[in-house]
């Protein structure tokens, strides 16, 4: 049994905190905060329904939004960094099978992008349609950047440091639900022309744009997306927002090593990710550069997944 974390009471601590997701005590998913060395693991108190994933700082780190996924559909919450405060943002309901997916908060902390997921025609089939939205906090307006339908859904947007643009991510699907590809795709905020920078062969997921904008980040064959049943390798690359520069980071072999859920730290120097050894999930971190991939050790014994580190 993983050790329990403590639950936070307050923090006030200026110091820059990993947040991630992993199992609740009675079951589901809920989001932990921990120091950048692994001490002090600690279960954020969020008052919702359900299970509380897919967490992102606000550019201040003072709150997070996170997605809370109760039954078979998710809605997006905003909470103060200490847990406390929790409201629903964006409720999902109708035909929606899910308006939270990866929430990201935009640089000026005005506006975050969502995916909005349309239920499936089916029970067992993926959503059929898909679309990335931006809702203004001040407003509450929500407006729709890009959408697609099935077979190519739209996914895991993550904003430009101007906030003019979103790397989002398109997913390619056959008649029965098998994902066929991915790639990835540079989308103008204001008039949601997309321009692919990746193909759909090399099955890219999880973008993430660098803070001083010149990177972009993904993995391939996804930990999350495909499990262990991956038919390719699980890789981290980083390439240039104008699709040139391609960089291959780690060199794992189908069957190996797994990664997921790719985010830059607030430097720019190095990338946080879901890492997956023998079965065990971890932060990993690994130089933009490549080189070798340092773990963040715990005492926390359950899954590390969705790995940020807070600004400052």
């Given at each position: 049994?993983?050790?329990?974390a403590s639950s936070i009471t307050s923090r006030t601590a200026p110091e820059p905190h990993t947040q991630f997701q992993s199992l609740a005590a009675g079951g589901g998913d809920a989001?932990?905060?921990?120091?950048?060395?692994?001490?002090?693991?600690?279960?954020?108190?969020?008052?919702?329904?359900?299970?509380?994933?897919?967490?992102?700082?606000?550019?201040?780190?003072?709150?997070?939004?996170?997605?809370?996924?109760?039954?078979?559909?998710?809605?997006?919450?905003?909470?103060?960094?200490?847990?406390?405060?929790?409201?629903?943002?964006?409720?999902?309901?109708?035909?929606?099978?899910?308006?939270?997916?990866?929430?990201?908060?935009?640089?000026?902390?005005?506006?975050?992008?969502?995916?909005y997921l349309g239920a499936p025609e089916s029970p067992a089939g993926p959503p059929s349609r898909s679309a990335i939205r931006v809702i203004d906090l001040g407003s509450r307006k929500?407006?729709?950047?890009?959408?697609?339908?099935?077979?190519?859904?739209?996914?895991?947007?993550?904003?430009?440091?101007?906030?003019?643009?979103?790397?989002?991510?398109?997913?390619?699907?056959?008649?029965?639900?098998?994902?066929?590809?991915?790639?990835?795709?540079?989308?103008?905020?204001?008039?949601?022309?997309?321009?692919?920078?990746?193909?759909?062969?090399?099955?890219?997921?999880?973008?993430?744009?660098?803070?001083?904008?010149?990177?972009i980040t993904f993995d391939t064959y996804d930990l999350l997306a495909f499990g262990d049943d991956a038919p390719g390798p699980s890789n981290l690359f980083t390439i240039r927002p104008?699709?040139?520069?391609?960089?291959?980071?780690?060199?794992?072999?189908?069957?190996?090593?797994?990664?997921?859920?790719?985010?830059?730290?607030?430097?720019?120097?190095?990338?946080?990710?879901?890492?997956?050894?023998?079965?065990?999930?971890?932060?990993?971190?690994?130089?933009?550069?490549?080189?070798?991939?340092?773990?963040?050790?715990?005492?926390?014994?359950?899954?590390?997944?969705?790995?940020?580190?807070?600004?400052?």
């Open positions: 049994m993983p050790r329990r989001l932990y905060t921990m120091r950048r060395d692994g001490s002090d693991v600690r279960q954020l108190p969020l008052d919702v329904a359900g299970s509380a994933i897919s967490p992102d700082w606000s550019p201040d780190g003072k709150r997070i939004v996170f997605a809370a996924e109760t039954g078979n559909t998710q809605s997006l919450w905003t909470a103060l960094a200490d847990g406390t405060g929790a409201k629903e943002l964006v409720h999902c309901g109708g035909g929606c099978l899910g308006a939270d997916d990866y929430p990201a908060w935009s640089p000026d902390g005005r506006s975050i992008a969502f995916t929500v407006r729709t950047v890009v959408h697609s339908s099935f077979p190519f859904l739209v996914d895991l947007a993550r904003w430009s440091p101007d906030g003019r643009r979103l790397v989002i991510e398109r997913d390619r699907f056959s008649s029965d639900g098998s994902e066929t590809g991915c790639r990835i795709e540079i989308v103008r905020v204001r008039d949601g022309h997309s321009r692919p920078i990746t193909s759909y062969a090399r099955f890219g997921f999880h973008p993430d744009w660098s803070a001083k904008g010149d990177l104008d699709g040139n520069g391609l960089r291959q980071l780690t060199h794992y072999q189908a069957g190996g090593n797994r990664v997921s859920a790719a985010t830059f730290t607030p430097d720019g120097a190095r990338i946080l990710f879901t890492y997956q050894t023998a079965g065990h999930r971890s932060a990993g971190s690994i130089a933009i550069t490549g080189g070798a991939v340092q773990t963040i050790p715990t005492s926390y014994g359950g899954p590390v997944t969705h790995p940020r580190l807070s600004p400052g």
